[in-house]
């Protein structure tokens, strides 16, 4: 019962700039950080993003993050073929749905 | 460098209980600041939080699932655990344990393990 939406599924060919959007609510999103996560193919989760747009150590440059309001942004500069997998976003959420709620996840093929 | 290993029952029968062990290495499950959480996801399907544990001892729970969820941990042996009452065919998922830093997100996981529901 994911309370976090995202498309299901985006594409583009190497090179190409890709993003996924993520809505939410004034509980979530709109008073709390959102952490974004890569999931290739048969591995667990890994974190991509956290508080909005800070990536951890590893991470590509690639990759940003930004939230306006009650909404948030993943975007892929520079499309790889090992960016092929799905994306999730997530936040914590202050209302009965949490304390923390996933997207719905996005899948991304590289053409 | 932290390493969580789950291990557990594969096949649980419906309406039994699932446990399952997370076993944290490279780390301690008691330094400030860390909430050690389960989450599951079915076969082909999206994520889901199911709760966590604080350093404290402190849980939380997803609430369309704290009815049937226990987290507890053991500081004497490093890990923490899952168990889910009353499970049925929709608890079937790859379940994964994970550690978040300060609300952060989830920065270390498990590889993750099956559970299957059925008689």
């Known amino acids: 019962q994911s309370v976090l939406t995202q498309p299901p599924s985006a594409s583009g060919t190497p090179g190409q700039r890709v993003t996924i959007s993520c809505s939410g609510s004034s509980s979530n999103i709109g008073s709390n950080t959102v952490n974004w996560y890569q999931q290739l193919p048969g591995t667990a989760p890994k974190l991509l993003i956290y508080s909005n747009n800070q990536r951890p150590s590893g991470v590509p440059d690639r990759f940003s993050g930004s939230k306006s309001g009650t909404s948030a942004s993943l975007a892929i500069s520079g499309l790889q073929s090992e960016d092929e997998a799905d994306y999730y976003c997530a936040a914590w959420d202050d209302s009965l749905n949490g304390p923390y709620v996933f997207g719905t996840g996005t899948k991304v093929t590289v053409l | 460098q932290l390493q969580l290993q789950e291990s557990g029952s594969g096949l649980v029968k419906p309406s039994q209980t699932l446990s399952l062990t997370c076993a944290v290495s490279?780390?301690?499950?008691?330094?400030?600041?860390?909430?050690w959480s389960w989450i599951r996801q079915p076969p082909g399907k999206g994520l889901e939080w199911i709760g966590y544990i604080y350093h404290s001892g402190s849980t939380y729970y997803n609430p369309s699932l704290k009815s049937r969820v226990t987290i507890s941990v053991d500081r004497s042996k490093n890990q923490f655990s899952l168990k889910l009452s009353s499970v049925t065919a929709a608890d079937t998922a790859v379940y994964y344990c994970?550690?978040?830093?300060?609300?952060?997100?989830?920065?270390?996981w498990g590889q993750g393990t099956l559970v299957t529901v059925s008689s």
């Open positions: 490279g780390g301690s499950i008691s330094s400030g600041g860390y909430s």
């Open positions: 994970a550690r978040d830093h300060n609300r952060d997100g989830y920065n270390s």
